[in-house]
T-cell receptor, first 110, second 114 residues
Framework: GQQVMQIPQYQHVQEGEDFTTYCNSS?????IQWYKQRPGGHPVFLIQ?????EVKKQKRLTFQFGEAKKNSSLHITATQTTDVGTYFC??????????FGTGTRLTIIP | DGGITQSPKYLFRKEGQNVTLSCEQN?????MYWYRQDPGQGLRLIYY???????QKGDIAEGYSVSREKKESFPLTVTSAQKNPTAFYLC?????????????FGPGTRLTVL
């Protein structure tokens, strides 16, 4: 089946450092969504990207959709302890289903 | 919890027993989904339903069954045919059945089969 590769699997950063996670597909995507799951919790929707080259910002979070619509990234500037969790991309290949990446688990060293 | 109620939070069953996980939503949304999450893994789609009395298999439907007799309810049965049922099960809803709709997740049920 169609897959999205998400890297890295784990990321440990000092508080205040930046963090980036990437999602890649070999197939053009219709749209991509990003979710955050806190430890012990459930995924919570962050944002959706639809257009080629789209960039969206939410405070310290910047989301990008590649020009070819085959990759996406989430960048967090100056991480805080509240950013701890696992970040998932979820992509659509043109049907009604979302395919989730394996996630990047972010831990913050105070 | 995203307008979705899942119960119970933790569930223990003996191997060979069927078990049904509850999922209820109170926002009159059309689409509902069941995902499975294993440690260190992403979410894998089990079944989804876009309208009452209709549902489709996801990527890992074998060993599972669902029903959608009411719009607000989408129970998942983990049958004895599921080879490795221990996992975290998440139910989600969305306004419509399109992949462009954001999904709202319930708190999940952690199933352990002994």
């Amino acid at each position: 089946g169609q897959q999205v590769m998400q890297i890295p699997q784990y990321q440990h950063v000092q508080e205040g450092e930046d963090f980036t996670t990437y999602c890649n597909s070999s197939t053009t995507l219709s749209n991509i969504q990003w979710y955050k799951q806190r430890p012990g919790g459930h995924p919570v929707f962050l944002i959706q990207l639809v257009k080629s080259g789209e960039v969206k910002k939410q405070k310290r979070l910047t989301f990008q959709f590649g020009e070819a619509k085959k990759n996406s990234s989430l960048h967090i500037t100056a991480t805080q302890t509240t950013d701890v969790g696992t970040y998932f991309c979820a992509a659509s290949f043109g049907n009604e289903k979302l395919t989730f990446g394996t996630g990047t688990r972010l831990t913050i060293i105070p | 919890d995203g307008g979705i109620t899942q119960s119970p939070k933790y569930l223990f069953r003996k191997e060979g027993q069927n078990v049904t996980l509850s999922c209820e939503q109170n926002l009159n949304h059309d689409a509902m989904y069941w995902y499975r999450q294993d440690p260190g893994q992403g979410l894998r789609l089990i079944y989804y339903s876009q309208i009452v009395n209709d549902f489709q298999k996801g990527d890992i439907a074998e060993g599972y069954s669902v029903s959608r007799e009411k719009k607000e309810s989408f129970p998942l049965t983990v049958t004895s045919a599921q080879k490795n049922p221990t996992a975290f099960y998440l139910c989600a809803r969305s306004v419509g059945g399109s992949s462009y709709n954001e999904q709202f997740f319930g708190p999940g049920t952690r199933l352990t089969v002994l």
